[in-house]
Nanobody, 121 residues
């Protein structure tokens, strides 16, 4: 199983960035997908999740700014990040969890390597 996150980079505050994750080696449509992030010196935290059928949920601090989508044919999941803030700076990780989505990182079965997003002020 491989989860390959990509699309991170440097963006100014107020800007947008899209990070994506390509998945291989599992039955993608049977898995919920999640995005988590970890800022320097902080614990990993939940950002967004999307079920196999497309239902989504977000952490309060990104609601209204971020959207999540998936393509079950291409086996990809994307996180569109708008109105970015310096506090959004972190390594963003995609993760796969069999069946139902969750906010709990411990319940996810597979993880990608992460992609760094840096938001300058």
């Amino acid at each position: 199983v491989q989860l390959q996150a990509f699309g991170g980079g440097l963006v100014q505050a107020g800007g947008s960035l899209r990070v994506s994750c390509a998945v291989s080696g599992l039955s993608f449509s049977s898995y919920s997908m999640g995005w988590f992030r970890q800022a320097p010196g902080k614990e990993r935290e939940f950002v967004a999740t999307i079920s196999w059928s497309g239902g989504s949920d977000f952490a309060d601090f990104v609601k209204g700014r971020f959207t999540i989508s998936r393509d079950n044919v291409k086996k990809t999941v994307a996180l569109q990040m708008n109105s970015l803030k310096p506090e959004d700076t972190a390594v963003y990780y995609c993760a796969a969890k069999r069946l139902q989505p969750s906010y709990d990182a411990e319940l996810y079965n597979y993880w990608g390597q992460g992609t760094l997003v840096t938001v300058s002020s």
